[in-house]
């Protein structure tokens, strides 16, 4: 296959899936990740791709959103053993917080039925899976409901952020860096998630490896506020320990 070729189809899977990644490329085309590499190069070049960390995006993705469907159906494996290892950074006892996201989600559903907690949680899909657990209470954050991701956004939802104090917050990102900390598409979520993590003495990001060198529209946070990461094996040890360089705990499931 000839480069141009290669670059055309490298071009169509981005568009496909929404992301390509070096090794993975490398291996569809058995060619060198150096190889992949420069027609990476050549296509940011050319303004088809953005080039991010271990890969690419689409031209204009940094606004991309994908509903909550397919949230959930992305890397489902990954976002289960995510789940379950932050089952262990949960209190005793005390205040959670529960971020929107379909891995905080998978966390919720995974809370043990003697767990004894309150939980508070703008997201209604959370919200109504932790309904009816009976060692629960549950606070529901009120706002304006963004129908793409049914999560509580604007001004309600600030103000009751802002006037408690919880022991742990789990949040979710769609990307996440050392240089360009946590991001999201929206700026309405964002702000919804800065008053989440403020509003927590201990902050654990839910976030699998895909995300890593991602950088969306909104950014609500740095690297430096979450205490620990819960991510799954894909991240790699050497971007694992370019994370806790900055301060941050990395735990792969």
């Known amino acids: 296959m000839y480069a141009p070729e290669r670059q055309q189809e490298i071009l169509r899977l981005a568009q496909e899936s929404g992301r390509v990644d070096v090794v993975s490329l490398a291996e569809v085309f058995q060619v060198t990740a150096e190889t992949i590499r420069r027609d990476l190069k050549t296509l940011d070049r050319a303004g088809l ?28 494996d990954e976002k289960d053993r995510i789940a379950k290892a932050a089952l262990a950074e949960l209190p005793a006892d005390g205040t959670v917080i529960l971020d929107a996201g379909s891995t905080v989600a998978r966390l919720a559903a995974a809370l043990p039925l003697d ?25 529901l954050v009120g706002g304006r409901v963004r129908h793409r991701t049914r999560a509580a956004v604007d001004a309600w939802a600030l103000r009751a952020y802002g006037e408690i104090r919880a022991d742990v917050a789990f949040v979710a990102a769609n990307g996440f860096s050392a240089e360009h900390g946590l991001t999201t598409p929206d700026l309405a979520e964002a702000a919804v998630k800065r008053a989440a993590v403020a509003a927590a003495r201990r902050v654990v990001l839910l976030a699998d490896s895909s995300k890593h060198g991602q950088e969306h529209f909104a950014r609500f946070g ?30 792969r499931a």
């Open 222 to 251: 740095a690297l430096s506020d979450v205490h620990v990461l819960v991510t799954d094996s894909g991240l790699s040890p050497e971007d694992a320990a370019a994370v806790e360089r900055a301060g941050t705990q990395v735990v």
């Open 115 to 139: 767990a004894g907690l309150t939980v508070v949680t703008h997201s209604l899909p959370i919200a109504a899976r932790l309904a009816d657990h009976p060692g629960l209470q549950l606070h």
């Open 49 to 76: 791709l953005r080039r991010v960390h271990g890969g690419a995006i689409p031209v204009g993705r940094l606004d991309f959103e994908p509903d909550l469907s397919e949230r959930e159906a992305t890397a489902a």
